[in-house]
């Protein structure tokens, strides 16, 4: 199973950024969480962050021969970002979307995903975890394309 992990903007600031919503750990760390935890399931991991819109989109087509699944926290592209979405649906990638905040429960922008609906499961309000249960899923449930 190899696995594909893109962040979305701003959050290369986690461990800094507004912690009551995010946390304290940082990008570093948390990509350490999320190779461990993978390797612990024998799956492969790449991990990408970036705040650009066409570069997340690059990364995903770059990859996505080599990946069997995506994991993909669009941080506020989550809420208007099409070419993300539309991005998404041409890799035929399994997907799912991951954010370490519970966005139904944050102001009124945030509910909407429009990412949601191109994705096989929405993980969302578990910190650091949402990635770790992203992973496990993803193990279970997605067929590798190999």
């Known amino acids: 199973m190899n696995i594909l992990v893109i962040h979305g903007p701003n959050l290369h ?34 991990c ?8 997340i989109i690059d990364l995903l087509t770059a990859n996505s021969a080599w990946a069997d699944a995506l994991i993909i926290n669009p941080a506020a ?17 399994s997907a799912v979307e991951v954010h370490l905040s519970d966005i139904s429960k944050r102001e009124p ?5 429009v990412i949601k609906p191109v994705c096989v499961k929405q993980i969302k309000g578990l910190g ?19």
């Open 128 to 146: 650091a975890d949402s990635y770790l249960s992203a992973i496990d899923f993803a193990v279970k449930n997605v067929k590798t394309r190999g």
């Open 48 to 55: 990408f962050q970036s705040n650009c819109e066409g570069a």
């Open 77 to 93: 592209y989550t809420h208007y970002s099409y070419a993300i979405r539309d991005a998404i649906k041409a890799s035929g990638l």
């Open 13 to 46: 600031w986690l461990g800094k950024r507004e912690p009551a919503a995010y946390g304290h750990t940082t990008l570093k760390t948390l990509n350490a969480l999320i190779k461990k935890h993978s390797a612990a399931r024998g799956a492969k991991v790449r």
């Open 109 to 113: 922008f945030r509910k909407v995903s």
